[in-house]
C-alpha cells in the first residue's frame, strides 16, 4: 500500500495544533476506561510472517484461505488508508511491516474507533493472512485494539528528521522512520557478538573492570572526575581499563578481554564522542607483531561474518581488507611523506623542531625528538593511510608503556593501525620491568606538573602488580565505534552511536 501520513507534524502551531487533538483523543479514551491496556498478548512478528510466507505461488490468495492460518500481531502504525467500508493500515514492530485489512462488516464499532486513529499509534489485531489482489501479504482482521496511543505526529515519510541534530537528540523517532539508522544498529550488534565468539574461540576470557578509578591510568588523556560522598573521596571515571586487565595476567588470567566504555574530557567532532566503547586484550607470551597478526585476522574475519565482504567504502573510498596489512615504521612514513626529512633528522630535536616550523606543525618547547616526530607524522601522513596500514615503532616518549625495542633505543615494539585515514587499534609489548615502569610514570608526573594534565598519574598498586611478575604480554586495544563507522560506511561517530554526547536543550531534563 501506498504510505500517507496526513498528519505529518508541521512547524509551530501547526505542530501544537496535532499534538493537542491527540491529547483531547486520548482524555476521550481516559473516559471510556481503555487508555493503554495492557491485556494484549501477540503471537507473531511482522517479519516473520513475511519470510514463511514469502513465496506467492506456493502461498498464493487460495492457499492462505485454505490454511486458515490464525494470526496475532502488534506495532506501531506506520499509514493508514480509510475508503468508505474497508480500510488498510501498516504496522511495523521490531522484525518489519505487514499490512493490515479491515472491514466495517466484520470489526463494527472497532472499524468507527479505528477511523480516528493516527499513524504512530500502537496497535494489536488478530485474524487470517490472505493476499491483496497485488499479491501483498496481509492480515486480514477480525479483532482491533488501540494499546498506546501516540501524541506526538511522526515525521512525514519522505523526509523524515531532515535536521541531522533532532536525529540524534529524538533516536527514538529516528529509528521508527529510518530503516537506513536500524540496520546501522543492528549491524553494530552483530559486530560486537561476532567479535566476542572470535575471541572466546580462541581461549581468551571475558571481565569486567572498575569504571571508577582511584588514580586515571592507563592512557595519556584527560579524566572527568567525581566524588563518592560517604568516602569523601574523588575518583575519576576510567580512561582505559589497562592497567587493571594487566593485573589480571599477573594473576594467572594469560588472555583476557574487556568490551567497554571509557572516558575521555576531550572534545567532541565527527571522531570522538566523551563515552565511547573500546575492545582491550592481553595476551601471555606474545609479543606486538603477534598482536599485530591477531588484530588483522580479527579484522577481517569479522567483516566476512557480519558483511560478507572484505571491500568496503568509507568516505567515498574503496578500502579493502582483504590483502595482508601493510607494516610501516614510523620514521620511515615520515621520511617518504616529506622528502626534505633525513633519516638522522628522525633523532634530531633541533633538526625535527626545524620541519615543525617550516610545515607550519605548533610546537611546545619541552617536547622531545619522539614528541615532534609523532606530530609530524599526525600532519603529514596519517590522513593519507587508506588502506589497512600498522604503523610501527612509536618512540617511548609517546609510549608510556609500551616495551622498549632491544635493538632500537628510544623506540617501543607498538603499532597502530590506521584505515581510511583514522587510528582504528592500538597494541604493543607491555612494558613488564616494575623498575622502567616506575620511571616512567615519574616522567609522567613531572609532565603533568608542567602542565600536561594528559600525562598520567603514578599507580604505585599497579608498580606492585609488576614486581609479583608480569610475563612477557602483548596487548591490544580497538575502537568499536570506529570499528563500526567502517563497516556501516558512517561519516560521523555520532551515526553509530545510540545516544552521542549534544549539549543540553534549553531546561532539557530539569522540572
Known amino acids: ?27 476521550d479514551l481516559r473516559g471510556q476506561g481503555g487508555a493503554f491496556p495492557n491485556d494484549f498478548r501477540r503471537a507473531d512478528l511482522a517479519g516473520r510472517l513475511q519470510a514463511e510466507f514469502a513465496d506467492a505461488d506456493a502461498w498464493d490468495g487460495e492457499a492462505l484461505e485454505a490454511d486458515g492460518r490464525q494470526v496475532s500481531v502488534a506495532g506501531r502504525m506506520m499509514a493508514k488508508r480509510v475508503m468508505g467500508k ?9 522484525s518489519g511491516r505487514i499490512q493490515l485489512f479491515l472491514q466495517r462488516d466484520a470489526l463494527g464499532d472497532a472499524y468507527q474507533a479505528f477511523k480516528g486513529w493516527d499513524v504512530g499509534d500502537i496497535i494489536g489485531a488478530e485474524g487470517t493472512l490472505m493476499r491483496t489482489r497485488t499479491g501483498e501479504l496481509s492480515v486480514k482482521v477480525s479483532s482491533l485494539r488501540l494499546l498506546s496511543k501516540s501524541l506526538r505526529p511522526l515525521p512525514d515519510k519522505w523526509h523524515g528528521l531532515a535536521d541531522v541534530e533532532q536525529r540524534y537528540r ?56 567525581t566524588h563518592h560522598n560517604a568516602l569523601d573521596l574523588d575518583l575519576y571515571l576510567r580512561v582505559a581499563p589497562e592497567l587493571y586487565l594487566k593485573r589480571l595476567v599477573v594473576g594467572g588470567f594469560e588472555k583476557v578481554y574487556e568490551i567497554n566504555r571509557n572516558f575521555r574530557n576531550e572534545g567532541v567532532s565527527t571522531r570522538h564522542n566523551p563515552e565511547f566503547t573500546m575492545l582491550e586484550l592481553y595476551e601471555a607470551y606474545a609479543t606486538y607483531e603477534d ?45 617518504e611523506l616529506n622528502p626534505g626529512i633525513s633519516e638522522a633528522d628522525c633523532r634530531d630535536r633541533a633538526a625535527l623542531a626545524a620541519h615543525c616550523e617550516r610545515l607550519g606543525v605548533r610546537i611546545k618547547p619541552d617536547w622531545g625528538w619522539g614528541k615532534l616526530l609523532l606530530e ?35 623506540i617501543t615494539d607498538r603499532f597502530e593501525l590506521f584505515i581510511g585515514g583514522k587510528e ?11 623498575e622502567e615502569q616506575a620511571a616512567r610514570f615519574r616522567a609522567q608526573v613531572e609532565a603533568r606538573e608542567g602542565g600536561d594534565d594528559e ?26 565505534d570506529r570499528l563500526v563507522m567502517l563497516f556501516t ?17 534549553g531546561g532539557q531534563g530539569r522540572d
Request: no cysteine; hydrophobic share 40%; glycine share 6%.
Open 455 to 480: 600525562a598520567m598519574h603514578y599507580d604505585a598498586d599497579y608498580i606492585r602488580a609488576l614486581e609479583v611478575g608480569l610475563p612477557p604480554t602483548g596487548g591490544l586495544g580497538v575502537g568499536i
Open 86 to 94: 474497508a480500510a488498510f493500515a501498516q504496522i511495523q514492530d521490531s
Open 489 to 505: 560506511g558512517s561519516a560521523s561517530i555520532r551515526d553509530v552511536l545510540l545516544f552521542p554526547y549534544m549539549r543540553p536543550e
Open 170 to 225: 529524538q533516536r527514538y523517532v529516528d529509528l521508527i522512520v529510518s530503516p537506513e539508522s536500524r540496520e546501522v544498529f543492528l549491524k553494530r550488534s552483530r559486530i560486537i557478538s561476532a567479535m566476542r565468539a572470535w575471541l572466546d574461540a580462541r581461549g581468551f576470557l571475558e571481565v569486567e573492570t572498575p569504571m571508577m578509578h582511584y588514580i586515571a591510568g592507563g592512557a595519556t588523556a584527560r579524566p572527568f572526575v
Open 376 to 410: 609530524l607524522f599526525e600532519a603529514t601522513v596519517e590522513e593519507g593511510l587508506v588502506q589497512p596500514t600498522f604503523i610501527t615503532h612509536y618512540p617511548v616518549e609517546v609510549s608510556p608503556l609500551a616495551r622498549e625495542s632491544d635493538v632500537e633505543p628510544g
Open 424 to 434: 582504528m587499534a592500538n597494541g604493543f609489548s607491555e612494558l613488564n620491568d616494575p
Open 1 to 27: 500500500m501506498t504510505d500517507t501520513n496526513p498528519h505529518a507534524p508541521a512547524a509551530g502551531d501547526d505542530e501544537n495544533r496535532l499534538i493537542a487533538e491527540r491529547r483531547a483523543k486520548l482524555s
Open 291 to 335: 598482536i599485530m597478526d591477531l588484530t588483522e585476522a580479527m579484522i577481517r574475519d569479522l567483516a566476512t561474518q557480519t558483511l560478507g565482504t572484505t571491500a568496503l567504502e568509507w568516505d567515498d573510498q574503496a578500502i579493502d581488507l582483504g590483502p595482508r596489512f601493510r607494516r610501516w615504521k614510523m620514521d620511515e612514513a615520515v621520511r
